[in-house]
């Protein structure tokens, strides 16, 4: 017998009880939904804490820091031997080590900024072009790799941060963002922070007033994307090329020490900059353990999402197991029903069963044919349970999404492409599965006694 007359066969059998049999395929449409929804949840949750994560700096990024970077601050190490301070050799060495496309140091200076009637202080991050590469822009361009002159990327929340020289009011106070036009008009910025706030203070002991420092205008080359009510890893700094700060820094210290760069016992500036820290750019997410011992193994300190990543992937996957097993009974409850099902369609056709042995039919068609019409219910219960899944999910995360239940903005029940066709093909095995027993329990039923079956 073909295989397309067995399956008009099958589901001709199954028209025969319409009612019975669309009980038994919601019964497998509620199963199916239920894994679906159940596992969606889990996926969202895991990508969810990926996001967030990821948001708290990239995936492949190592930070490099020297054990001794406290001790930084404009004095000099009390430890007898030498610090191992975050340097240029340093930065080559890291580049030396296998699977990291790019380093890039990090140096950060206090600063005051400063345009119309506001002003604040913060934070100016000089960094090489590989970091600049990972902010995400929202508007204008990243500085320039021949670029002379300073030019700030902002973060997203620096506006915030300007406050009313006079009233000492800002936007936490107003409500209201400053008036101040970053990427039309430049900033006017201080550098030398400590003789500033000596000029401010004026002479004291008979000694003569500190002359304010220097004033010097620097145009924003871009803005880091977001309003003042997103955050990323980028928004609360400002950032320059490296290069190009330091060259400024040395033009405005001169043999002076750079406030927060380590001295000699003396007092004097060292003959070489020291970092802040180190930013490490893996090859690819695999390689970050890797690469974090290998700079362990080098006397320094190394950081990386990956250990949050590892610990949230855990969590997630055991998250999304138990969920999946919940619904993993309801079809499981719905297999008893297609064994059911098929149990009594076998003793509604037990004569018809015995003709088709005495004419001859093949053993394994009549089990074929039991074991399609199991198959078909399952396929149809997880076509629709599919479908059902997507309106469930669809309400979920409408009305109760991420930011509801986990803080996190973004869908908390996401269904890819592999869930449906997993939910789809596991539908239709459990309802081949129920339909085995049956199916060989009619293979075997001996002729004669079918026949006389009444």
């Not at 009980?23 to 969202?44: E, F, K, R, Y």
């Not at 990926?50 to 930070?63: D, N």
């Not at 400024?248 to 043999?255: G, T, Y």
């Not at 044919?369 to 599919?386: C, D, N, R, T």
């Amino acid at each position: 017998m073909k295989f397309r007359d067995l399956l008009v066969m099958s589901v001709n059998n199954l028209l025969r009880r319409k009612l019975r049999t669309i009980l038994t395929v919601l019964g497998v449409v509620i199963g199916t939904a239920s894994i679906v929804v159940m596992v969606s949840l889990g996926i969202g949750l895991k990508e969810l804490n990926m996001e967030q994560i990821a948001s708290y700096g990239s995936l492949t990024t190592v930070q490099v820091y020297s054990e001794s970077r406290w001790s930084m601050g404009g004095g000099s190490s009390d430890s007898k031997t030498e610090p191992n301070y975050v340097t240029d050799d340093v930065i080559k060495l890291l580049r030396k080590i296998p699977h990291v496309k790019g380093v890039s140091p990090v140096l950060s200076v206090n600063v005051l900024m400063k345009q119309g009637a506001y002003e604040t202080n913060t934070r100016l991050m000089g960094v090489s072009q590989d970091y600049m590469k990972e902010i995400p822009l929202g508007e204008g361009s990243l500085p320039s790799p021949n670029d002379k002159e300073l030019k700030l990327v902002i973060g997203n929340q620096i506006p915030t941060q300007f406050y009313h020289s006079k009233t000492g009011k800002g936007y936490w106070e107003t409500g209201e963002l400053p008036d101040v036009d970053f990427m039309n008009k430049p900033l006017f910025v201080i550098f030398d922070m400590n003789a500033y706030y000596q000029s401010m203070s004026g002479s004291t002991d008979g000694m003569a007033a500190v002359k304010p420092p220097k004033k010097y205008m620097i145009q924003t080359a871009g803005m880091v994307e977001g309003g003042q009510d997103d955050w990323n890893y980028y928004s609360y700094n400002v950032y320059v090329d490296i290069d190009v700060l330091e060259t400024q820094l040395k033009r405005i210290f001169k043999k002076k020490p750079i406030p927060n760069q380590p001295t000699t016992k003396k007092g004097k500036a060292l003959p070489y900059l020291v970092y802040d820290s180190a930013q490490v750019f893996v090859e690819d997410l695999e390689y970050v353990t890797d690469v974090q011992k290998a700079i362990n193994d080098l006397g320094y300190q190394a950081e990386s999402n990956m250990e949050w990543l590892e610990q949230s992937k855990k969590q997630s996957q055991m998250i999304q197991a138990v969920l999946g097993g919940i619904g993993a009974v309801s079809l499981f409850v719905a297999a008893i029903g297609i064994a059911n099902t098929m149990m009594m369609s076998i003793y509604e056709r037990t004569k018809e069963i015995g003709v088709m042995k005495v004419l001859g039919c093949d053993m394994r068609n009549i089990r074929d044919m039991f074991l399609l019409e199991s198959g078909f219910i399952g396929f149809m219960g997880g076509i629709v349970g599919i479908l059902l899944s997507f309106t469930v999910s669809f309400i979920i995360n409408h009305f109760a999404g991420g930011q509801l239940l986990t803080g996190m903005a973004g869908d908390i029940s996401r269904i890819p492409m592999w869930l449906n066709l997993a939910a789809l093909g596991f539908a239709i095995f459990v309802g081949m599965a129920a339909g085995f027993l049956p199916a060989t329990r009619a293979m075997k039923l001996s002729p004669l006694a079918a026949i006389r079956n009444e």
